[in-house]
């Protein structure tokens, strides 16, 4: 067999309504497929700035046109020497090796007539548990009804105080998650200061408590803060989540299924965390239907999968592009049995959404972006005053 072409598809999947002037945050997906000479066709998605994602998979063209797509470890080191040239490869070097590779399992699957969890191994389980996300009591509660038995929250203002309400509404039965998106708003001690404040939640994880880019500074976090500390998601390839590994850094890796290199870099990853006692919580707060199925099959042969980080209902469009949807049922996916992936991609769909923007725009200046000293002025390390009034106590108390 021997891959013929390959075809992207770019779409839009949220915040179309662009609005001059306003913030605007554009999240595409991009998906891919991988034609072969013997008629089966592979289906992969690329995250990790998806819009320059989509052109570094047409530049892969021409590297994996003519290789026989079984050879999957093979063409994926290709892929990575051929692209050197160009530095590090960062995410969107690894968000397009990522859906090619992820396209070339599914292909392997479709060729010998299993699915995809069968080639890593077998499964471990049938059924994959999935969290949501709220932010009030009153979503969470939504989420509790819905059936899930897992919810994170995010944000950084008063977060202990928005967890007790979430906890007292929800119950100790629901596992409860801190997501502090790896923030310009946290300095280590904030971090620990919260991190601390949280302990008594008996939480599942506390996620990115300070940026990914210092990890020396998640270190000192570990340190200090008696919750299990889980990161990764902005990181590509093996060498990217290495010390946050190895060191121990974190007791859940946390690999973007868009963006870390593909399936067969999980499954790297996955086994190294072993190894360490680590689980694996993939991320997938901005990724597509193609990467969270990709994300089931890895959880569903490997030891130490924790749980699936799932958007379930935020855009209407991810029930519309694939074919078959995910179903969350009793909070657990179903692992899916058809040969490969067992997903395809309505193609009409993903062509009716194009692309618009792939960046969070902030606003103008004088309508209360930039203003020095807040959340709004953009900075990547902010200032004291915006982060004590994120920890300050509520008046009345
Ligand atoms: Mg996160």
């Known amino acids: 067999m021997k891959i013929v072409d390959i075809k992207t598809f770019l779409m839009m ?11 605007w945050s554009a999240r595409n ?4 497929k991988v034609y072969t000479d013997e008629g089966i066709v592979g289906i992969g998605e690329g995250s990790g700035w998806p819009r320059v994602v989509q ?14 797509p079984t050879n999957i470890e093979k063409i994926w080191q290709k892929m990575l020497v051929s692209t050197m040239g160009n530095g590090m490869t960062g995410t969107p070097g690894s968000g397009a090796m990522n859906a090619i590779d992820m396209a070339l399992w599914d292909i392997k699957g479709k060729a010998l007539g299993t ?5 890593l191994g077998g499964k471990v389980r049938d059924r994959i548990r999935a969290y949501g996300h709220a932010k009030t009591p009153e979503r969470a ?11 994170k929250t995010g944000g950084v203002h008063r977060t202990a105080d928005q967890v007790e ?3 007292k509404a929800v119950g100790d039965e629901i596992d409860l998650m801190v997501d502090a998106h790896g923030p310009p708003w946290y300095n280590v001690k904030d971090a620990i200061i919260v991190g601390k404040s949280l302990e008594q939640f008996n939480l599942l994880f506390y996620e990115d408590p300070v940026p990914p880019d210092n990890v020396d500074a998640l270190r000192r976090v570990q340190d200090n803060v008696d919750i299990p500390i889980a990161a990764g998601e902005r990181h590509s390839h093996i060498w990217g989540v290495r010390r946050l590994i190895e060191e121990e850094i974190v007791d859940v890796v946390q690999p973007d299924t868009g963006r870390i290199g593909g399936i067969s870099q999980m499954m790297k990853i996955a086994a190294m965390a072993e190894a360490h006692y680590i689980s694996v919580a993939p991320h997938s707060g901005s990724l597509g239907p193609i990467a969270e199925y990709a994300a089931i099959h890895v959880l569903a042969a490997i030891p130490n999968a924790l749980i699936l980080e799932r958007v379930h209902d935020d855009v209407a469009v991810r029930y519309e592009v694939t074919l078959p949807h995910i179903d969350t049922v009793d909070g657990h996916i179903e692992v899916p049995d058809k040969p490969g992936l067992g997903v395809d991609i309505d193609e009409n769909v993903a062509l009716a959404h194009p692309s618009q923007g792939n960046t969070t725009t902030p606003g103008k200046e004088g309508d209360g972006n930039y203003e ?3 959340y709004n002025e953009h900075l990547y390390v902010q200032t004291r005053y915006r982060r004590q009034a994120n920890l ?6």
Do not use: H, M, Y
């Open 13 to 23: 999947a949220g915040s179309p309504d662009k609005k001059e002037g306003s913030s």
């Open 29 to 32: 997906w991009c998906f891919v």
């Open 55 to 68: 052109t570094a998979i047409e530049d892969l063209r021409p590297v994996i046109v003519g290789e026989d």
């Open 115 to 119: 699915p995809v969890w069968n080639l």
């Open 141 to 151: 509660i939504e989420l509790k009804e819905q059936g899930l038995t897992a919810i």
């Open 165 to 167: 309400a979430i906890r």
């Open 372 to 374: 020095p000293g807040t």
């Open 392 to 397: 300050r106590p509520p008046a009345s108390s």
